[in-house]
C-alpha cells in the first residue's frame, strides 16, 4: 500500500477515528482507581493520540508531497535496486525506464488529446497505460519513470519522471529535437508531487493545445538526490556533487536517451521552495546551459542548518559562492532570465523576492509574478504554473517538424 495512496490515506484516518471511540468506549471500564486502571487509561489516550498525528501527517504528506514512497520516508530511495521494465533500444544506459505511465495520467487529471483530430474530438481523461484509445502517445504524450545514472558524479537516483510530450510521436516531429524543461521538488519533497499536485504535464499539455507554449520535455526530479540530506544544489567539498549532476550529468544522459536540444536556448530550469533556489543557482552558475529559470516561491539566501549538514566545507568564500544574493552583489550579473514568483500576503518568501529583484542588474533579466495572496503550498504555485510556463516557452528554442515550420505560439 502507498505511502501516499487513497486507500492508506482513508486507512490512517478510519484507525485515527476508531482509536478515539475506543477511548469513549473504555473509558468507564478503566474507572477503578487501582494503579493497573490509570496505566491503562494513559496507554489509551497516548495510543490515540500517536495514531490521529500519524493520520494527520500522512494527510499533511499527501498534500505537500514531501515523501512519495516508504523508501523516500525511511531514507533508502537512493539505494534501492533497480529493476528495468520497459527499456527503449535509444536510450543510453544512464537513463533506465522502470514504468511508463506509471498509474492514471498525471493524478487523475486531464490531458488534452493533440494531433490532426483533437480539434474535433476535444479534452479528453486520459486513463491507465493501454486503457482506452486516449491512451496514445501522439495524443496525450507519455510519461515515463526513469532512473538517472550521474556519469561524471557518481550520483544514481530513482523515482523521478520524464514526461514527452504527444508532438515527440507524431510523424512530423519524428526528426525534430525538442526543448527541455528541468523541474525541481522543494525539500523534503517527491517527483511524484510534480506530477500529482503542481500538475506540471497536464497544464504543459493543455497550453500546448491552446497553442500558448511550445511542446517541450519535462524532466521532473527531487531536488536532493543523496536524501534525507538537503545540499542545496551545491558541489560538497569532499562530497556530493550535486550542482555538477543537474548541471552537467541530467542533461547529457537526457539529450543521449532522448532527441533533446543541447544548444543554447534549449533548456531551463524550474522549482518550487528550495527547488526554486536550485533553479536560479543553475542558472547563475551556468548560464550557456540554464538560460533562462523559473523561482516558484523560492528563496535566495545559501542555508546551512540541521540537514544540510557542512556544505561549504568550512569556507565562508565557498558559501558565498553559492549565495544568490552574494553573487549578484560582488559579480558580474549572468545573461540569464529569472522568473521569480511569490505572493504580497501569506508567503514568507515575498521580502526576499523583492531583494532578489532589487539587486539584478544587465545583462541578466528578472521579471516577477506576485500573486495578491496564498501561502507556500502547492494551491498557490498551480496558480503561477500557467504564466510561469507560457513565459518560458518563449524563451526555449522550439522544435521544428518536418517541413521546417515550428510550432507557432498564439
Not at 250 to 257: K, N, R
Not at 358 to 365: A, D, H, N, T, Y
Request: hydrophobic share 45%.
Amino acid at each position: 500500500m502507498g505511502l501516499t495512496s487513497g486507500s492508506f490515506t482513508t486507512l490512517m484516518i478510519v484507525v485515527a477515528v476508531a482509536s478515539v471511540l475506543a477511548v469513549v468506549w473504555l473509558w468507564p471500564r478503566l474507572a477503578r482507581g487501582r494503579l493497573l486502571s490509570v496505566a491503562g487509561r494513559l496507554g489509551l489516550i497516548a495510543a490515540s493520540q500517536v495514531l490521529v498525528i500519524a493520520a494527520f501527517l500522512v494527510v499533511f504528506n499527501g498534500y505537500f508531497g514531501f515523501f512519495g514512497t516508504w523508501a523516500e520516508l525511511l531514507g533508502r530511495a537512493g539505494s534501492s535496486q533497480v529493476v528495468p521494465v520497459v527499456r527503449a533500444g535509444s536510450l543510453s544506459r544512464s537513463v533506465i525506464i522502470t514504468a511508463t505511465d506509471p498509474g492514471p495520467l498525471p493524478g487523475g487529471k486531464a490531458l488534452p488529446r493533440s494531433g490532426p483530430s483533437a480539434a474535433a474530438a476535444g479534452p479528453s481523461l486520459t486513463g491507465p497505460a493501454g486503457h482506452g484509445s486516449d491512451s496514445s502517445p501522439a495524443q496525450a504524450g507519455r510519461l515515463l519513470m526513469v532512473s538517472i545514472i550521474g556519469r561524471r558524479t557518481g550520483i544514481s537516483v530513482a523515482g523521478d519522471y520524464v514526461y514527452l510530450p504527444p508532438q515527440y510521436f507524431q510523424p512530423a516531429y519524428a526528426r525534430a529535437r525538442f526543448p527541455v524543461v528541468l523541474v525541481m521538488t522543494g525539500y523534503p519533497g517527491s517527483a511524484l508531487a510534480i506530477v500529482t499536485r503542481l500538475g506540471v504535464p497536464s497544464t504543459a499539455a493543455r497550453l500546448v493545445a491552446a497553442r500558448l507554449a511550445t511542446p517541450a520535455i519535462y524532466v521532473m526530479m527531487n531536488v536532493s538526490p543523496v536524501m534525507p540530506r538537503d545540499t542545496e544544489c551545491t558541489n560538497v567539498p569532499a562530497g556530493p556533487q550535486v550542482e555538477s549532476f543537474f548541471a552537467r550529468d541530467v542533461p547529457l544522459a537526457i539529450e543521449q536517451a532522448f532527441r533533446a536540444q543541447s544548444s543554447p536556448g534549449g533548456w531551463a530550469a524550474m522549482g518550487y521552495s528550495t527547488g526554486g533556489l536550485c533553479a536560479t543557482k543553475l542558472a547563475m552558475l551556468n548560464p550557456r546551459q540554464f538560460p533562462s529559470a523559473v523561482a516558484l516561491a523560492g528563496y535566495y539566501k545559501a542555508l546551512r542548518d540541521h540537514t544540510t549538514g557542512n556544505l561549504y566545507g568550512g569556507s565562508n568564500a565557498y558559501r558565498n559562492e553559492n549565495d544568490p544574493y552574494w553573487r549578484l552583489q560582488h559579480l558580474p550579473d549572468p545573461p540569464v532570465s529569472v522568473l521569480v514568483t511569490s505572493s504580497k500576503i501569506g508567503e514568507k518568501t515575498y521580502p526576499g523576492a523583492l531583494k532578489f529583484l532589487s539587486l539584478v542588474r544587465p545583462p541578466m533579466r528578472a521579471y516577477s509574478l506576485f500573486l495578491p495572496q496564498g501561502g507556500h503550498n502547492f494551491g498557490s504555485w498551480t496558480r503561477e504554473l500557467p504564466q510561469s510556463l507560457e513565459w518560458l516557452s518563449q524563451r526555449l528554442t522550439p522544435a521544428v517538424p518536418a517541413g521546417g515550420q515550428p510550432f507557432v505560439r498564439s
